[in-house]
């Protein structure tokens, strides 16, 4: 698998330095390009939001507010994309002639913005992306009901990397995979192999509480073998504490800058009313989070 194109999803510039600080790091390994989004406020997409009972001048008014207010986050996002962009050194090609201008043999980035559905706009973009690296929303609002997030998980066929709300050192080199067999975990495993294949350290987490019927960890080790990839394998006890905090807790003592796992082997709605581990990990987590389901 050839990573060529990182998307980069942005809706407000909060906490995005450390999903820009990702983006560049993946474009410099891979010879990538970013490419920034920003999806704003569509007048067909504010109006029905303003209620039934209102007058056409109010309706009028509060589509107004809601434009200039997304007109201000768009200044924000292009002004923090474009200010890291360039402190990184990587070119800036324009969106429209992207295709035929990226570089081949170095990293790029451009930015696009365009107004809509966040859910459907991510969702389209993504299926034409190699990988989706979404911001962490902080105090703002919990990364797990990120429409981003769910747009590229449920609906695009993508992986995607949750950034930490602090700028991560590296990424990629000391990689935890949590593994509990199931179809999830394995194409997140599949997904990550270019990572995987260049980390320096490599660890199988595995739990008798987390597996579910499917290959084991010991499995997963001789598949990595045969990708000529060096591995521990580690047994996590949960403990009584949740098996979220559980794989934390073995990614910090493995000083692991990014963990690799399957989303949502659970339905989302259970997992949003009464938690769940990949809930757990996007809530509670300080490191990258690589997920696919």
Known sequence: MHIRKILLPLSGAENAG???????????????????LHVGSDWQEVSPMAGEGLSGAMVQEMIAAALHESAGHLKEVRQAFHTFIEGAGLPIVAPRSALS???????????TAMAGNMYTVVAHQARMSDIVIVRNTGASGQVSSSDALHA??????????????????????????AWNGTTEAATALRHALPWIVEAEEVRILYSRSYQRLGPEARHVKHYLDIHGVD??????HADGRGVGAALL????????DMMVMGAYSHSRLRQMILGGVTRHVLENGKLSVFMSR
């Open 249 to 256: 807790e073995a990614c910090h003592d493995f000083n692991a």
């Open 18 to 36: 450390s999903a820009l600080a990702i983006g560049v790091m993946f474009a410099q390994r891979f010879n990538a390009h970013i490419a920034g």
């Open 101 to 111: 201008t990226i570089p081949m043999d170095r990293p790029s980035a451009s930015f």
């Open 231 to 236: 591995t521990t394998m580690h047994e996590f």
């Open 152 to 177: 590229t998980l449920f609906d695009s066929g993508r992986c995607v990397v949750v950034a930490p709300i602090e700028r991560p050192v590296s990424v990629g080199r000391r990689i935890c995979i």
